[in-house]
């Protein structure tokens, strides 16, 4: 079983980057969807950011396309999220996920029903 941890949150300023990552203790990351979500104070989860380790092809939400990258490293079986721009609405606690071994289907990358293995979070905080 794979249990996602994340690391690499933080406070910075609006226009900074961060980058978080999200290691995988137990199983690897292989044929699934991994993905980054994250959640604001009185807001509904959302998906961010997804990648299917079988083909490396990533999935975005369009709000974040051009400032949010996610990029795996199968060596080190971590995934990546790197944040650029920040801006103050960003600020939430970021999960990383992974499904079970899938087949590759668009419309799931984004969907939280997708994801059954949770981490607990990592805050990031953006002042203006």
């Known amino acids: 079983q794979v249990q996602p941890v994340e690391s690499g949150g933080g406070s910075v300023q609006a226009g900074g980057s961060l980058r978080l990552s999200c290691a995988a203790s137990?199983?690897?990351?292989?044929?699934?969807?991994v993905g980054w979500f994250r959640q604001a104070p009185g807001k509904e989860r959302e998906g961010v950011a997804a990648?299917?380790?079988?083909?490396?092809?990533?999935y975005y939400v369009d709000s974040v396309k051009g400032r949010f990258t996610i990029s795996q490293d199968k060596g080190k079986n971590s995934v990546y999220l790197r944040i650029d721009s920040l801006k103050p609405e960003d600020t939430a606690l970021y999960y990383c996920?992974?499904?079970?071994?899938?087949?590759?289907?668009?419309?799931?990358?984004?969907?939280?029903?997708?994801?059954?293995?949770w981490g607990r979070g990592t805050q990031v905080a953006v002042s203006s």
């Open positions: 996920a992974a499904s079970f071994p899938t087949f590759e289907d668009s419309s799931l990358a984004l969907d939280t029903d997708t994801y059954k293995h």
């Open positions: 137990g199983s690897a990351y292989n044929n699934r969807f």
């Open positions: 990648v299917y380790t079988g083909s490396l092809r990533t």
